[in-house]
């Protein structure tokens, strides 16, 4: 299967962003779902686990879930910082292995 | 303090060797999976395999199948993976993570080395 994401959303300091993660086939539910942080020149970092728990020392304007009806999973990001502009991945797994989805760029302005 | 401690940048040429290491402390080394992820310039992250060092058994996306090789020694505590014959297209940032395994189908990468970087040119 595939994960599907905006390839960037753009929001205001302060403000709300939520990016989308949709699986193209199987169900979202069937798979546990993560969510990386990648600041440019870093290495990725895990933010959210397993769906919807936050990673040590990552605060609670994070937060993920899933949707079955859209068959897609989100990351929201509530009080947005500059310091939240970085690329996102959302990633699952299949039999064995993990699939990323492509990232989303998150620019905070 | 869990760490991942990446070998150094690889510049080399179409058609040779490679092997780059991943060397894991703060942690049971044999007790957890560790996995490799590229990331191609500009590009996004690629799962390709994870090794579980305890008894070196791999697991290969289907995409890096025969392409590459991934392997751990747990008597020096290292997870390394390797080429035999390089391509231009190899090119890339080149990450170690350790796994978190649940279930045979649930895996994350809870902690990240800082990434080798691969360079492949005539």
């Known amino acids: 299967f595939v994960l599907t994401q905006p390839h960037s959303v753009s929001e205001s300091p302060g403000k709300t962003v939520t990016i989308s993660c949709t699986r193209s086939?199987?169900?979202?539910?069937?798979?546990?779902v993560q969510w990386y942080q990648q600041r440019p020149g870093s290495a990725p970092t895990i933010v959210i686990y397993?769906?919807?728990?936050?990673s040590s020392g990552v605060p609670d304007r994070f937060s993920g879930s899933i949707d079955s009806s859209s068959n897609s999973a989100s990351l929201t990001i509530s009080g947005l910082k500059t310091e939240d502009e970085a690329d996102y991945y959302c990633?699952?797994?299949?039999?064995?292995?993990?699939?990323f989805g492509g990232g989303t760029k998150l620019t905070v302005v | 303090e869990v760490q991942l401690v990446q070998s150094g940048t690889e510049v080399k040429k179409p058609g040779e060797s490679l092997k780059i290491s991943c060397k894991g402390s703060?942690?049971?080394?044999?007790?957890?999976?560790i996995g490799w992820v590229r990331q191609m310039p500009g590009k996004g992250l690629e799962w390709m395999g994870i090794v579980y060092p305890g008894d070196s058994d791999s697991r290969y996306s289907p995409s890096f199948q025969g392409q590459v090789t991934i392997s751990a020694d747990k008597s020096i505590n290292t997870a390394y993976l390797q080429w035999s014959s390089l391509k231009a297209s190899d090119t890339a940032m080149y990450y170690c993570?350790?796994?978190?395994?649940?279930?045979?189908?649930?895996?994350?990468?809870?902690?990240w080395g800082k990434g080798t970087t691969v360079i492949v040119s005539s």
């Open positions: 990633q699952s797994s299949d039999s064995s292995n993990g699939v």
């Open positions: 397993e769906d919807n728990q936050r």
């Open positions: 703060g942690y049971s080394f044999t007790s957890s999976w």
């Open positions: 086939s199987g169900s979202i539910a069937s798979n546990y």
């Open positions: 993570a350790r796994v978190i395994a649940k279930a045979i189908d649930h895996f994350y990468m809870d902690v």
